[in-house]
């Protein structure tokens, strides 16, 4: 994956739908984007956390369907608490001049997902059922700190998980689903339902425009880069908490049944992870490579589909 620090220009989508409540904000028109603009500068400025909270055991494990139920549940606690907290900031600071641009409680806000999910999961006394865990409480503790000390910090927080979760979050959705053997009705995975949002592509556009148009200088970029990288630390922080009470527990894991390199007698070319991410960086030949894995590999068809989409995504948040 490689993050191109060049001006790009992208043609909008109209989507009329989206809006913060002051009716349809968001028309079709050429974007022109500088390694200046606060987008490029996150992109660019987190690309070496990013690349290491991809790369936590805890994620690549999730990414190849390998998933224990009981580590996804507490993984949606912290979850429940650090959206909590980031939405209890947003809607404090929700007229402040940093952040107004970037208010969309209607297509983003995800605290209310998160409690249905977790009443899936442990039933109507949740809550009773449910803590805050270390790693997620420094997360939320900071959280809190940037939205009353220095609002203007709450945008790395925003970007860094809102911008994630549209980027990904169907693909997760699907093989947690798959895994977890879900319903297919989204029982359990409301987080990742995006009801207000029609077109991710369109809003991800919206949400980096709001954002470039936003009056700052260079320091305060800066700021909200270290900001942002921060954040993906607190993230693998609680990653590394969810594999170390993952060792804890007697639990099967919940496969969806992915060839992995050793079953391959050593050669990473027969995997269809390997081949998958090679085509995602655009070589036709890898291509080939995905498509010979699948063949041989019928049981893992969907997985290896889902892997590719995976890593587009992941390139695409870079391309944003």
Known sequence: MKYKNIIQSEKMEVN????????PVYEGKEDTLSPE???????AGTKEVHEKAENTQFVKDFLKGRIRKELFKLGAVALYYTYTAMEEEIERNKDHPHFAPLYFPTELHRHEALARDLEYFYGPDWQNQVSCSQATRRYVDRIHEVGRKDPVLLVAHAYTRYMGDLSGGQVLKKVAQRAMKLPSTGEGLEFYQFEGIHSAKAFKQLYRSRMNELELDMETKRRLVDEAVKAFQFNMEVFEELEEIGKTIQEDVLDAGTPVHGAMGGDINKCPYYAAKMAASGGTAYASQLAMAVLR?????????????ALAGLVAWYLM
Do not use: I, K, R
Request: proline share 4%; hydrophobic share 45%; glycine share 10%.
């Open 16 to 23: 009329t739908s989206v809006s913060n409540g002051a009716g």
């Open 37 to 43: 603009d606060l987008s490029e500068v996150l992109a």
């Open 297 to 309: 590999h019928p049981t893992g068809q969907v997985l290896v589909a889902t892997w590719f989409a």
